[in-house]
């Protein structure tokens, strides 16, 4: 009947399946400058908005006089406060239970803030208008240390909330402050704190950065009149989410509105949230009837759309002499700037912060998180990270360095004394999650001998030796780090934004002839989702990858998921792609059985096709079966070849890897030369390893750019003082080191193929192994803390206060 | 960031040129490659509304080496300076200053007459040309006239070229002996923290000429004199070359920046004026 059957090896290598390094399908056309970016985006009559934004980062509204920018000629409308107040869209909710002003409603409250949206026949004209309107400031007193915010006499910033002592996130104890919010067992902690043999305690600060996308953020927002429907095409990284936010602000039902996410050039978080330009855009089209567009420049997004980071985390640590670790305690003053906008699911104001334990069987902890206003941009978004996980790693990795100093033990020792043990998965943190599998002494081990860390050690001790003798001004600096991501948000039970539950779906149609459309929740940015998800279809359904179309992000088309951020599109929408691929798989075998005359049962799958057992010359491809589904009438199944899958993960995922970086610093200048940076992860079963291996670059490199340079600074005033790219340090490739990957792999136990998602562990185990090599460089002369970004003048300042110039 | 209307002239005489900046006076500018002058109209922080682009005046181009003189014309890109072999070996510095500055794209396009005339303390052709004691020729409406270098910059962003002039080429003595330009940045398309030029001519163990500059340290470039008089006439032996890096240092004054505050700064000019000796003594 069939023709000869090709070895089994053979037929799943044609599939391009799990496990492939399958070349990127998008690089096609981003290679060849083909991409399709919003604001490539051109609509007969379009117009364009652009802010007047407040040069003060404090200051009362006086008057706001459009007079002469609505003179010009070209200028169209000039929105402001008024005129939004009322649609009731002066103000809107952000992601975290707060409300910001979408155009300055009788005050700003961080520089760069939105005041007017001028709306002109192009960008010129536009820039043109903007320039023109006159507004009248007094200015205020500017908060920007968040310790002093509820001292005597500090500035009142949110007056519409002043006398609310009741938050999102429960009570508020002065205006300035947004919440508290703890996790895990206070007075136990304490207790373990006062009777330990040793106990370490430094204050670590994680400066307030930002995800700078290469692309910036933007949206063409298109209201048409005539069948009342809005469309909405821009930078979203949670497109669905968009559509319901909108439609709840808004009042247009949920149905006549589309949101489209076309190619996006990188997120890592900034993407996530809902700006003013998106909503003066779809009220500017509204009231001229033409689509609006609004694209940021560089120095807008830098200042205005969502910061990373901001955490002070006051750590106390206890061990044995010996070195076990018995408690933690966590104090963290989080900076959330003039609005609580940051992306958290509801419950966790502070993300998962409660993560801080890291890889380390520590039996009590204890953590709480202020969350304070100040005059800042708003934000606190998970820069290529699960919700502040890149915080609680940055945190515990340095504390377990500190603790080593003061144990006067090596800290790579001192890991592997505390780590959780293989046999203790499922392991149940002091702070309450359930860490799904592990297995850190494994790859631990193998990063260490990877790069001779001996032999290292004993480097550096020559190394300072000869400093000493005034030999070298060059110190050598080992950077350790071992991570565990919280990734793959998450269970519906505890995890929702704005009452979303965060499951993730996939819909999948096989066509007659053999191909097929799946279409997702998430929205890739650069991730290569129509790579990797066609990898997992491809092994789960017997279709080449080649094959298998991806769509996402058009809230029209695609089923309804929360997007892509936080790790989560494998863990959760890749879960749902497996899921789908078995229903198409169940109902493949039923019509393999009619055409086969045989029980199910008495199928097996292999590879490509169903067999009857026994007798391997009876078979039917996927591709015929598809096409039978197409042309046979089957009693008592539908004609069609079709499924969707919603998935609620049952568990968050827990990837992890060990990181070591080798620094060469100049104690002189403050230069620093990256010797080796060595980066084995562990994201469970690994979908297209090169895929992987490009994530670990890039995050490595954003990693080194935070660890290194990148800050967002404020001057006394509340000025931006890094608002363009020649002061906000992002990495050229001259200053990116080489990189050596590695891996092991530790399915997950509960994820339908076991992968565990890997796109933000190089930020998060990069930003320590990077500030520990500079932070170990120093231990000899007696540094336990420093302030990153380590950029030349801090390192300068390290080596003067240690009294390293003479 | 986009900026305001403006009017554009590409003129192919120096006379043309001349003759717009004396028509349009204080809204005129011209511009070479851009790539100081488009940030700040980008940022709307001057109002130009009439551009003259000196890129189709051919007489502005070129670099000429006759008896021992270099000229250089304004219009010349730091991508040619860093590719001339004739310059190179004329006077290495200018390549090693060249490719210090920017990147590729930026070089391709920046120009010497742009980076000299633009007064900005941060770039480095000023420093470089007070190391080379350059001449700067400007052309106005009452013809040309020459301007040494190192009288040329007052205060950031102001020179000795007035308003109706341009500046036309540059020109400096050959050199011979050492030479380097040394430069600490924090990344590629950085301007300098601290940068250093130095000339050192050796003769019989003894140094017979210097000259050392510094970029970025202070509103102008400076040309260090205390430093130059301890130098020559030295061994430039360790005391000496510790006794001309102070010298150097004493005159510079650095503004705290995101680069960092001023005693990492002096500290770091130091440094780098340290190695700028060393460098050129090794090659002198
Ligand atoms: C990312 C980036 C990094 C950079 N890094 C460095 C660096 O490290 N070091 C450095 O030195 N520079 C740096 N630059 C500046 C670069 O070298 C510029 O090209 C140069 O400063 C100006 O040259 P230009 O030809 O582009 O001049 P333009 O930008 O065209 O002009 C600059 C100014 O000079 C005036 N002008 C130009 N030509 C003449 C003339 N012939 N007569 C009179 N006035 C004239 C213009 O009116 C304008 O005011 C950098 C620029 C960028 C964008």
């Known amino acids: 009947m069939n023709e000869a059957t090709p070895p089994k090896e053979e037929r799943t290598a044609a599939l391009s399946g799990l496990g492939t390094s399958r070349k990127r399908v998008e690089d096609a056309r981003f290679t060849q400058g083909k991409g399709n970016y919003v604001d490539d985006l051109k609509m007969p009559g379009m117009l364009f908005g652009d802010f007047v934004r407040s040069p003060y980062a404090h200051a009362r509204v006086k008057s706001i006089d459009t007079e002469k920018a609505m003179a010009l000629p070209g200028v169209h409308a000039v929105l402001t406060a008024a005129d939004l107040e009322p649609l009731g869209l002066h103000w809107m909710p952000t992601l975290a239970g707060d409300k910001q002003m979408v155009l300055a409603d009788g005050k700003v409250l961080f520089q760069a803030q939105e005041v007017a949206f001028v709306v002109a026949d192009d960008r010129y004209a536009a820039a043109d208008g903007v320039a023109a309107v006159k507004v009248e400031y007094e200015e205020l007193p500017v908060l920007v240390d968040p310790f002093k915010a509820e001292s005597d006499g500090a500035p009142v910033l949110r007056e519409d909330i002043a006398d609310q002592t009741e938050g999102a996130h429960g009570p508020r104890r002065h205006p300035n402050h947004i919440f508290t919010w703890e996790s895990g067992d206070r007075e136990a902690t304490e207790a373990v704190l006062a009777e330990a043999d040793v106990v370490a305690e430094e204050m670590i600060y994680y400066h307030r950065t930002h995800p700078c996308p290469l692309e910036p953020c933007g949206c063409v927002a298109s209201m048409d009149k005539v069948n009342g429907k809005l469309t909405v095409w821009g930078t979203f990284q949670a497109p669905h989410a968009v559509?319901?936010?909108?439609?709840?602000?808004?009042?247009?039902?949920?149905?006549?509105?589309?949101?489209?996410?076309?190619?996006?050039?990188?997120?890592?978080?900034?993407?996530?949230?809902?700006?003013?330009?998106?909503?003066?855009?779809?009220?500017?089209?509204?009231?001229?009837?033409?689509?609006?567009?609004?694209?940021e420049d560089r120095s807008d997004n830098l200042m205005a759309t969502a910061f990373a980071r901001d955490y002070w985390m006051k750590g106390r640590i206890s061990a044995t002499k010996d070195g076990k670790i018995t408690g933690l305690h966590c104090h963290t003053t989080a900076d959330h700037g003039a609005f609580d906008a940051c992306a958290d699911p509801t419950k966790f104001p502070a993300g998962f912060m409660n993560i801080c334990t890291g890889s380390y069987d520590i039996p009590t902890a204890y953590l709480a998180v202020d969350g304070i206003y100040t005059n800042k941009a708003p934000g606190g978004v998970a820069y290529r990270c699960s919700f502040r996980v890149t915080e609680a790693a940055y945190f515990i990795e340095r504390m377990i360095e500190i603790l080593a100093i003061k144990l006067g033990m090596d800290a790579a020792e001192l890991r592997v004394k505390n780590f959780i043990k293989k046999d203790q998965f499922p392991y149940q943190s002091a702070l309450g999650w359930e860490y799904d599998s592990g297995d850190y002494h494994t790859g631990w081990d193998k990063a260490l001998k990877a790069v001779g860390y001996e032999d290292l050690r004993k480097e550096q001790a020559a190394r300072v030796e000869a400093f000493k003798r005034g030999e070298t001004r060059m110190l050598l600096g080992i950077g350790l780090s071992h991570f565990t991501e919280i990734v793959g948000a998450g269970p519906v039970k505890n995890c929702d934004i704005?009452?979303?539950?965060?499951?993730?779906?996939?819909?999948?149609?096989?066509?007659?002839?053999?191909?097929?459309?799946?279409?997702?929740?998430?929205?890739?940015?650069?991730?290569?989702?129509?790579?990797?998800?066609?990898?997992?279809?491809?092994?789960?359904?017997?279709l080449p990858a080649e094959d298998i179309t991806l769509e996402e992000g058009d809230t029209d088309t695609a089923p309804y998921g929360l997007g892509t951020y936080g790790s989560r599109s494998t863990p959760v929408a890749g879960a749902a792609t497996a899921m789908a691929g078995r229903k198409i798989r169940a109902k493949a075998q039923m019509i393999a059985a009619y055409l086969l005359e045989v029980h199910d049962n008495d199928l097996e799958w292999d590879v490509d096709r169903f067999v009857v057992k026994g007798s391997p010359e009876r078979f039917k491809t996927m591709k015929e079966i598809a096409f039978a589904s197409y042309n046979q009438a089957i009693p008592g199944v539908e004609p069609g070849l079709e499924a969707v899958s919603y998935y609620d993960p049952p568990n968050m995922t827990y990837p992890f890897g060990s990181y070591i970086c080798v620094m060469e610093i100049n104690v002189d200048t403050g230069t620093t030369e990256i010797r080796q940076v060595y980066a084995l992860d562990d994201c469970g079963t690994r979908i297209n390893p090169m895929i992987i291996e490009g994530q670990v670059h890039g995050g490595l490199t954003e990693a080194l750019a935070i660890a290194m340079g990148q800050e967002i600074a404020y001057d006394e005033q509340g000025n931006v003082t890094t608002g363009t790219l020649m002061d906000f340090f992002v990495p050229t490739a001259v200053e990116t080191p080489n990189y050596q990957t590695d891996y092991t792999v530790t399915p997950s136990p509960?994820?339908?193929?076991?992968?565990?998602?890997?796109?933000e562990s190089p930020n998060v185990g990069g930003v320590p192994a990077f500030s520990n090599a500079v932070h170990d460089a120093f231990r000899a002369f007696g540094l336990t803390q420093s302030n990153m970004p380590h950029d030349h003048w801090r390192i300068w300042k390290t080596a003067q206060s240690l009294g390293l110039h003479d | 960031m986009v900026p305001g209307a403006f009017n554009y002239y590409r003129p192919d005489t120096v006379d043309d040129v001349i003759g717009l900046l004396g028509e349009w006076g204080d809204d005129a500018r011209v511009i070479a490659g851009g790539h100081s002058l488009i940030p700040v109209m980008k940022q709307r922080l001057s109002d130009i509304s009439h551009l003259i682009d000196l890129?189709?005046?051919?007489?502005?181009?070129?670099?000429?080496?006759?008896?021992?003189?270099?000229?250089?014309?304004?219009?010349?890109?730091?991508?040619?300076?860093?590719?001339?072999?004739?310059?190179?070996?004329?006077?290495?510095?200018?390549?090693?200053?060249?490719?210090?500055?920017?990147?590729?794209?930026?070089?391709?396009?920046?120009?010497?007459?742009?980076?000299?005339?633009?007064?900005?303390?941060?770039?480095?052709?000023?420093?470089?040309?007070?190391?080379?004691?350059?001449?700067?020729?400007?052309?106005?409406?009452?013809?040309?006239?020459?301007?040494?270098?190192?009288?040329?910059?007052?205060?950031?962003?102001?020179?000795?070229?007035?308003?109706?002039?341009?500046?036309?080429?540059?020109?400096?003595?050959?050199?011979?002996?050492?030479?380097a330009y040394e430069k600490q940045k924090r990344k590629i398309g950085d301007y300098a923290t601290a940068a250093a030029g130095v000339l050192l001519t050796m003769h019989g163990g003894s140094c017979s000429a210097a000259s050392v500059a510094l970029t970025n340290l202070s509103d102008t470039p400076v040309y260090c004199t205390d430093a130059v008089d301890i130098l020559v006439g030295s061994s430039v032996d360790d005391e000496a070359v510790a006794a001309a890096v102070k010298a150097a240092v004493d005159v510079s004054d650095p503004v705290a920046d995101t680069r960092g505050p001023v005693d990492f700064k002096k500290y770091v000019a130091g440094v780098i004026v340290k190695k700028a000796i060393e460098s050129a003594r090794s090659r002198a």
């Open chain 1, 498 to 542: 704005l009452g979303l539950g965060m499951f993730d779906s996939c819909e999948i149609r096989i066509h007659p002839t053999g191909s097929a459309i799946a279409r997702l929740g998430t929205i890739s940015q650069g991730q290569g989702h129509a790579t990797t998800f066609a990898q997992i279809l491809a092994s789960e359904i017997g």
């Open chain 2, 55 to 179: 890129g189709g005046v051919e007489a502005l181009k070129g670099i000429i080496i006759d008896g021992g003189t270099v000229t250089i014309g304004a219009m010349t890109t730091q991508h040619e300076l860093i590719t001339n072999d004739a310059l190179a070996s004329a006077a290495p510095i200018i390549r090693e200053a060249s490719l210090q500055i920017a990147d590729p794209q930026v070089r391709y396009l920046g120009t010497i007459g742009g980076n000299v005339a633009n007064g900005d303390p941060a770039n480095d052709m000023p420093g470089l040309m007070q190391t080379l004691g350059a001449t700067y020729h400007l052309a106005g409406p009452n013809g040309g006239r020459t301007v040494a270098a190192r009288d040329f910059y007052e205060a950031a962003y102001f020179t000795a070229r007035e308003d109706d002039e341009i500046l036309t080429a540059v020109s400096f003595a050959a050199t011979s002996g050492g030479y």
């Open chain 1, 243 to 295: 559509r319901t936010v909108a439609s709840l602000i808004s009042g247009i039902a949920e149905h006549n509105i589309r949101i489209i996410s076309p190619d996006i050039g990188g997120g890592f978080g900034n993407k996530v949230g809902v700006y003013p330009g998106y909503v003066c855009s779809i009220v500017a089209s509204i009231v001229t009837g033409v689509p609006v567009k609004w694209i």
């Open chain 1, 750 to 759: 509960h994820h339908p193929i076991g992968a565990k998602g890997v796109g």
